[in-house]
């Protein structure tokens, strides 16, 4: 006797040499009736009753009427509890060598293999929960190395005049608002990504004497910022280094609602508190719970990560910026950009509802609001296309004549009034209302997303990607990077540089 199990596991052909003949029998496996691991469970039933099977000229009736018992079996065990105080085998083993001594009949069997599967899937599922946990904290942690590379920096600043020039220098200063050149502005604490996006960019830019990059930092990580693009200049392209404290127009009388953001308490102890009370884990899959760990990033309180709403108003000048986030890499160009007639339109940006990996490129406003509170449900439609931040082409001309920066803050103080309940904090949630109406799709190939969570990601389509994002969690400066993305951002660090040496960040 033969048995063939077909691919998608829905069903078992028997098949037995009868004089010569084969006689076949199909058993097809409902998936309204039994489960996945109740067919496993039959599985090993099977194999603990075939023995005691009397093959004879009937065998096919005396199987199928054990079947028919079993499966009578197999219903009574799935709907009953297993009785508390059992002590289940620790192995499979363990099972079988209990099966024998203590000859267990057919439910016992069953309720012993149902009691092993229930633990095991409890641990299997508290681990998965505990990886994540983990994996988080590991992710809104600063590496030593990184740590280490940003107090050296700073130091070099207070003791070195050439990690003081000024950036860029004077002659050069007029260029800075020099609407010719093409202007990429960088907001960012990390100077190793800063330094991986710009020698990106400039490397495989076709005039990278007409780029003019500028990075804004914040008050701790300015003079490390500064010291190392003053020591290791991305010629011949120009960098501007800026602190927030060095800008005017940003006061507190200018931007209220972020000081509302920061010291609002409800916020605080969303971002700052236990990220497991509240949470049903025997009810929430693990990828959600992952999702939900990744939207209380305390990035999403920083005001460096809300500065992008107000381009218009720190580069007064300017016309047409492209906005890079600190963890993408440019391989491509981007002087084309510039030249895109965005129609009148502000943002141009890629579409995420559409593409090929349906993980990453599946996002609408329903995957960012709560479509149950009547705010929301009555100005935004749930099916509308999100588009993705971290490579957007502003039209700052445009903006200007628009009303998108007061909209922001209008809605993210509705937010706060309502507890949060209307989406989790983050900066793509507000702009994809404030943006309504101003956004240009461009072509996907200008901007790959999900290099920081999607470890299945298409090596194909990454190698063509113009500009490729590792937002998510694994970042590949940290060791829980995927292994495989990572050689596509460290090929652009200078391993050979002292302070990247002294500071132990070792080529992958």
Known sequence: MQLHFSPSMRSITISSSNNGFIDLMKIKVAARHISYRTLFHTILILAFLLPFIVWAGDWDRSFLRLVR???????????????????????????????????????????????????????????????????????????????CLSLRLTDEYSSNAHARQQLPSPELLPLLSDNSYHHIVLSTDNILAASVVVTSAVQTSLNPEKMVFHIITDKKTYAGTHSWFALNPASPAIVEVKGVHQFDWLTRENVPVLEAVENHNAIRTYYHG???????????????????????????????????????????????????????????????LWDIDLGGKVNGAVETCKGEDEWVMSKRFKNYFNFSHPLIAKHLNPDECAWAYGMNIFDLRAWR?????????????????????MWKLGTLPPALISFRGYVHPIDPSWHMLGLGYQNNTSIENVKKAAVIHYNGQSKPWLEIGFDHLRPYWSKYVNYSNDFIRNCHILES
Do not use: C
């Open 274 to 336: 236990n990220h497991v009370a509240g949470a049903n884990l025997s009810e929430i899959t693990p990828r959600r719970f992952a999702s939900k760990l990744q939207a209380r990033s305390p990035k999403y309180i920083s005001l460096l990560n809300h500065l992008r709403i107000y381009l218009p108003e720190l580069f007064p000048n300017l016309e047409k910026v492209v906005f890079l986030d600190d963890d993408v890499v440019i391989q491509r160009d981007l002087s084309p």
């Open 401 to 421: 004549k628009t009303d998108i920066i007061n909209t922001y803050h209008s809605w993210l103080k509705e937010n706060l009034r309502s507890n949060l309940t």
């Open 69 to 147: 018992d079993f499966y009578k079996i197999l219903n009574q065990v799935n709907t009953e509890e297993i009785p508390d105080g059992i002590k289940l085998p620790e192995s499979f083993s363990q099972l079988i060598s209990e099966m024998k001594n203590k000859h267990y009949d057919a439910k016992t069997f069953a309720l012993m293999l149902k009691g092993m599967m229930e633990k095991l899937e409890k641990e299997i599922r508290e681990s998965k929960f505990a990886e994540l946990m983990n994996k988080h904290f590991a992710a809104s942690s600063i590496p030593k190395s990184l740590h």
